[in-house]
Each structure stands twice: as structure tokens, then as C-alpha cells.
């Protein structure tokens, strides 16, 4: 697996500098969200808002009444939890091309409750004019930053920063999902690092005799229900959605919702977050503790399908680890 640094540093670079009338804003995370290099190759084009969210998001909508994009870079857990009336008011209700680029989605950061953005696809999609996206390997990362700009309106963007696996060949296209596998049995459902979990976790359970379907999902919103019940449909058992987010509001919930309005009668197994936050420590152990790994989503596929496969964590290739702290700055949690 080819791993990617800083996919998101260079890919916005690239796009800003090509199109003048992109800025660039931050909010005191500037290394933190990759764009530090931007800041000082470009300072023409880049703002330093201060720890100030909420003025920062009210002065976007400004920006975009002005005929320029902003691209609002932070955590995303900062991005609508303290400002969430200038979003709804200076934002998506005039609908402004502003590009919220959310960094450390779900439980991709060791900082606890403060910093784990897990209920921000329910909230985001919830709101009028909102587009939703998320990057779930390199090539997604790279190819967010110009599908993102090309909305007529705002957009929510789930950022992965850092090294980064390259899984995909294609670019991200807004709407389009991804079938990673035809399979017949148990249909998958998965976005963001979620994704990568899924991968291990398919191999082992072709070798045990259980054929998987597998969906990639980038776009949340707009978000396509005929094609997930269609996908539903073709299999014999059920369906598995597995994400960084709390499972309420989040893939769980629009998985369900399609197929309930669908009339479909599929078991459905949702796993995230189960109605809890999350606490600190290491991606790989955050997943494994709160039944986000391959492990888990095979135990899910045994459920549904209704089959022992006996593949236990040996089975598994190793997943990744990521180190849990920035050397450079205490801010880069």
C-alpha cells in the first residue's frame, strides 16, 4: 500500500495558486490543518482569523458575498460546534461558497470529547444548502479540494491529514460511489478510514467462503438512497455500514432510512459509535475498542449472514499505526 504525505498540503496549493480568487483562512490551527506552507508562500492569499471561530465563519459569508471562495480550515469538531448560528445564519441559509475543511474527523485524533468530531455528518446533512464530503484514502484527499469548489453553495469536507494510503486510482467525484466488490452475500457499506478497515477484513472473508459487497461512500450529501437500495437488493442476507461517526445521523441512519422508505426488508447491523463519546488515545486502539476495526465488521458480517467463519485478529493483516502525537507542535493533537 503506497502511503501518501501531506496529500491535502499540496493538492490545495496546487488549486489556490491557480485560482486567485480562493483564500485561504485559519483559525490558530494553521501546521495543524497543513496549510503552513500555503501561509508563507502566499501570504496574498491567506487569512489568520485567530482563535475565533465564529467570527471567522461570519467573515467567510462575508467573502463569498464579495465574489471570493474561502476555504475555512480547522478541526472539525470547531467548524459547527461553537459557531453554529454563523453557519445556519452567514452561510448556508445565503447559500455562499464557502469550503469548511475539516480536519480530524471521528475518532482520528487522541484528544477526547473536545476534539472527536462524531456527530458532524448528522448535523451537516441536516442543514439546508449543505453539501457533505468525505476523503477516504490520498487520491481522495487530493482530489476534495477543486470537487469541493465546484459546488454552487457551501460544502462540508471531512479531511484526512498526515501519511495517508493511497486505495483508490480514480479521483473523488461528487455522487458517484465507489463499488469496491460485487460480492452476493452481505453488502458493506463504509466511508472514510472505515474503508480501509473493510478492505482487510473483505480478503479474509472471501477465504472463509463469504462474498462481500462493498460500497465506498465520499458524498453524504446529496445522498444516494436508489442506488444503496438497489445494492441491497442484489444480496441475500443484509447489510454492515461501518463508520467513524456516531451511528446515529450518520451512514447507519441513511442506510436505514433508504431502505425503510424503500419498502425493502433487509436486516440491517450499523456499526460506529454506539450513543457514547469517545476518549483519548491511539487510532488503532480507539477502533478496536469502540468496534471500528476489520475485526468487528467481521464478527457483523458473521451475524448477519448467519455463518461462522473462525477468522480471528491472526487472520488479519496488520493495520497501520499511526503515530498519536505531532513532533512539531502541541496544537497538532
Do not use: W
Amino acid at each position: 500500500m503506497e502511503m501518501v504525505n501531506r496529500p491535502y498540503a499540496r493538492a490545495f496549493e496546487q488549486y489556490a495558486t491557480q485560482h486567485p480568487e480562493v483564500l485561504c483562512l485559519s483559525a490558530d490551527l494553521t501546521s495543524s490543518c497543513e496549510i503552513d506552507g500555503f501561509r508563507d508562500r502566499h501570504p496574498d492569499q491567506f487569512l489568520s482569523m485567530g482563535m475565533a471561530e465564529q467570527n471567522m465563519l461570519s467573515f467567510a459569508g462575508g467573502l463569498g458575498l464579495a465574489g471570493f471562495r474561502p476555504f475555512i480550515h480547522s478541526f472539525g469538531v470547531f467548524l459547527y460546534r461553537r459557531p453554529y448560528d454563523q453557519l445556519m445564519a452567514s452561510i448556508a441559509y445565503p447559500r455562499r461558497k464557502v469550503r469548511l475543511m475539516g480536519f480530524l474527523p471521528g475518532i482520528t485524533t487522541p484528544g477526547g470529547m473536545t476534539h472527536q468530531a462524531i456527530e458532524d455528518i448528522a448535523l451537516m446533512r441536516a442543514i439546508p444548502n449543505m453539501t457533505v464530503l468525505e476523503a477516504g484514502d490520498a487520491t481522495e484527499v487530493e482530489s476534495i479540494v477543486a470537487e469541493a469548489d465546484a459546488v454552487d453553495g457551501p460544502v462540508y469536507c471531512r479531511i484526512l491529514r498526515g501519511s495517508v494510503p493511497r486505495l483508490f486510482a480514480t479521483p473523488m467525484k461528487i455522487g458517484q460511489i465507489r463499488v469496491l466488490a460485487e460480492g452476493s452475500d452481505v453488502l458493506v457499506v463504509t466511508a472514510g478510514i472505515a474503508t480501509e478497515e473493510a478492505l482487510r477484513a473483505r480478503a479474509a472473508l472471501a477465504e472463509a467462503g463469504v462474498s462481500v459487497r462493498h460500497l465506498h461512500l465520499n458524498t453524504h450529501k446529496p445522498f444516494d438512497a436508489a442506488q444503496i437500495v438497489d445494492h441491497a437488493a442484489s444480496v441475500r442476507h443484509g447489510v454492515v455500514t461501518l463508520e467513524n461517526h456516531l451511528v446515529t445521523g450518520g451512514i447507519g441512519s441513511m442506510v436505514a432510512e433508504a431502505l425503510a422508505e424503500a419498502g425493502l426488508p433487509r436486516r440491517l447491523v450499523r456499526l460506529g459509535l454506539q450513543d457514547t463519546y469517545a476518549h483519548g488515545g491511539s487510532r488503532p486502539y480507539l477502533m478496536r475498542y469502540y468496534g471500528l476495526d476489520a475485526l468487528s465488521l467481521v464478527r457483523a458480517v458473521e451475524q448477519v449472514a448467519g455463518q461462522q467463519t473462525g477468522i480471528t485478529e491472526e487472520s488479519l493483516e496488520t493495520v497501520r499505526i499511526d503515530a498519536v502525537h505531532s513532533a512539531v507542535k502541541a496544537e497538532a493533537l
